[in-house]
């Protein structure tokens, strides 16, 4: 019979304990006892040998970059280093151990420990570090529109950008020893340190001076969370619960610069940009009856908070914004046989969100500025599953997805009191799929899904929505293989409307709802192809479409008469690889990778001029973009002896923009390493 596992339940094998399954694990010293039991004579231990491989390897890696190598390498910390790493696992009768760790450079490396003895203690801890290069985006020229000028002030003109990403966790498990709890602490923590582009306005549609800038800002910020929690497996029914706190905090100061006067604003010295800190605790419990039953049932139930930390002192009252979450869940699943089962789930989430009516703005001209009150919603989810195996080579499963949305503080046109937005919203999806394997070797799967939503909210919205997959798969014992997949999406939404804006009083809306509905289509087809021509050489090739494209009316001007116009926005990539890998002798391994990217986004509305405020001319020109991403790899690698070997990593990518050098470059990466096991 098949064991069903709600969707609610921890996956971890020691939540499993005996008598949960009708086959379990033969304990070795519990069998010795029963065979001295049964024959009335001591039965000889059973010697349980531990297993102990250690290892590592050290190098150097060299690069050189050619231009930006930012959208080359953007995961690299683009500088030489020494290379290097060990491990060591030992598998024991009662002590289970891991530790291993790599070095790649300063700020890439990881480390990994894990310790088990006898399943009563188990301990966890792991920390890794990853770089990522960030763009130093240019700005736009000066220009004057209306009479008014705009000025682009870049304060950091040859500034480099990036960010190291470190995450650390310690995790423990206790079990006491033959009672059926596990008592579970945990401790995760990622910092960002380094500096990221800050492009913020001093601007207003009117006389004044409007200047765009562009500075560095240091990136220092913290996450901590810490969870405590326990397991107990009682008769019939597991329980699970768990205590969750989670703190945002940003050790930087917030932003702080000159701003001139507006009508509605002072000059000064002022706040901007601020990354607030928050606070998060969650409390959760969970029900599950036997896993390995033909009847499972789950329930499970959360209540979370989440506090606004704000520090700004230029406006006060943000620090009073609290969300409050409530989510409650319950699963049942039926398997009466082996080629069959069926499974209802339930969700519900509550959301509710507490701000002040207002806040107090230092340098606003009337220093109460009212809050427009955020949004309440309650959302219900129904799943209902069903598949059937009717026999090995054929297995068909089908499901219904119901979700309702209820919202709070909204009504029929945009206020400063309420959101455009409709109160209920539905959501309807079906899916059927179907799994076969008709041949030796081939492995086909076909799925249909249908999608229609009740009211949808956004511009982005769909009505309606088609999308199919299909897989293909055929091995021949060892000597070819091809894999080919196609999925289709359509989404289709006609009911999309925009209020204008009268052109006798540019802050009143009219009640003239103006139509800009919206179809999108997605494409993506795999297909690959392997084969070994020689005994030890196999041949890998691959190809990847991915198209996307958005049909809609755009809105150029709301004021009435608004003016607007049909445009397409098209996405595509194409990828190309080939693999090889030879095993030259038996001791010489070669790999050669070779890959390509093609890919470009195109946005191409039809010409528009409504005076001066409306012209189009030039927007696909100026959003255009068109690249190709190119990478080479070869990899050498040389058994000394049976413990020792070289290996020769040589790696080449390339990014080529076609409308802009600006990011253009390459980066060249050799890394030589010895690596030693026992």
């Not at 151990?97 to 088990?116: A, I, R, S, W």
């Not at 908070?305 to 409050?324: C, F, Y």
């Not at 899904?449 to 014992?477: C, M, R, W």
Request: hydrophobic share 35%; charged share 20%; proline share 4%.
């Amino acid at each position: 019979m098949l064991a069903a596992v709600p969707a609610g339940a921890q996956d971890n094998p020691d939540t499993v304990h005996r008598g949960d399954s009708p086959n379990p694990a033969v304990n070795v010293e519990e069998s010795a006892e029963q065979e001295y039991l049964d024959s009335g004579e001591a039965a000889e231990p059973v010697a349980v040998e531990t297993h102990t491989l250690l290892g590592g390897f050290a190098g150097y890696r060299f690069l050189s970059i050619d231009s930006y190598g930012g959208r080359a390498a953007p995961y690299d910390y683009l500088h030489s280093s020494p290379v290097g790493g060990a491990f060591v696992n030992s598998l024991g009768k009662d002590l289970k151990f891991e530790l291993e760790g790599g070095y790649l450079n300063k700020k890439d490396y990881h480390g990994d420990l894990l310790f088990d003895y006898s399943g009563d203690y188990r301990f966890h801890l792991r920390t890794e570090s990853l770089f990522h290069n960030l763009d130093h985006e240019p700005l736009a020229p000066s220009f004057t529109l209306g009479g008014s000028s705009y000025n682009a002030a870049d304060l950091d003109s040859t500034g480099s950008y990036g960010i190291k990403v470190e995450q650390d966790l310690a995790a423990f498990r206790l079990k006491l020893h033959d009672f059926p709890l596990h008592l579970n602490l945990r401790y995760w923590r990622m910092t960002k340190d380094g500096s990221m582009q800050q492009i913020f306005a001093d601007q207003a549609f009117e006389g004044a001076t409007n200047t765009i800038y562009s500075k560095g800002r240091p990136i220092s910020t913290h996450i901590d969370e810490g969870d405590i929690g326990f397991d107990a497996h009682l008769g019939y029914v597991d329980v699970i619960y768990n205590f969750t706190i989670r703190q945002f905090g940003d050790n930087n100061p917030i932003p702080l610069d000159q701003f001139v006067a507006r009508p509605d604003r002072l000059a000064g010295l002022q706040e901007h940009n601020e990354g607030p800190d928050s606070r998060f605790t969650s409390q959760t419990i969970k029900l599950h009856t036997s896993l390995a039953g033909g009847l499972v049932g789950a329930a499970s139930y959360s209540y979370g908070r989440r506090e606004n930390l704000s520090q700004l002192s230029d406006i006060r009252g943000a620090e009073q914004a609290v969300t409050t979450l409530q989510n409650a869940a319950g699963d049942l699943t039926y398997t009466p046989c082996g080629w069959f089962s069926l499974a209802a789930k339930y969700r519900h989430l509550e959301i509710s969100n507490s701000t002040p009516a207002t806040v107090f703005s230092a340098f606003a001209v009337n220093p109460q500025v009212v809050v427009r009150q955020p949004l309440d919603s309650r959302k219900d989810t129904v799943t209902v599953t069903l598949s059937a195996h009717p026999d090995k080579l054929l297995t068909v499963n089908g499901e219904y997805k119901g979700e309702f949305l209820h919202r709070e503080n909204v009504s029929n046109a945009q206020t400063f009191s309420s959101w455009d937005l409709p109160e209920n919203e539905e959501k309807h999806t079906g899916t059927i799929s179907i799994l076969s394997r008709p041949l030796a070797g081939l492995r086909l799967k076909a799925l249909y899904s249908y999608s229609a939503i009740v009211h949808p909210a956004y511009g982005t919205s769909y009505a309606d929505k088609h999308e199919g997959q299909f897989l293909a798969t055929y091995n021949k014992t060892g000597k070819w293989g091809v894999t080919a997949s196609y999925r289709a999406r359509r989404e289709n939404n006609d009911s999309i409307t925009r209020d204008i804006i009268s052109s006798t009083s540019p802050l009143e809306f009219a009640p003239y709802p103006f139509p800009i509905g919206r179809g999108n289509s997605m494409d993506n087809a795999t297909a690959s192809f392997w084969f070994s021509p020689l005994q030890r050489l196999t041949v890998t090739g691959s190809y990847g479409f991915l198209r996307s494209k958005t049909d809609q009316t755009v809105l150029f001007t709301v004021a009435s008469p608004a003016a607007a116009d049909s445009s397409n926005y098209t996405a595509q990539a194409q990828i190309y690889s080939l693999t090889t890998a030879y095993q030259l002798t038996e001791k010489l391994d070669l790999a050669l990778a070779l890959q390509q990217i093609h890919s470009f986004s195109d946005f191409s509305p039809q010409f528009l001029v409504v005076n001066s405020s409306a012209d189009t001319t030039g927007i696909n020109t100026i959003s255009n973009v068109k690249t190709v991403e190119s990478s080479l790899s070869f990899r050498a690698n040389y058994s000394v002896s049976k413990n020792l070997s070289c290996t020769l990593d040589y790696t080449y990518r390339d990014y080529d923009e076609k409308n802009s050098s600006l990011f253009n470059g390459s980066v060249n990466s050799i890394m030589a390493s010895l690596t030693g096991k026992w």
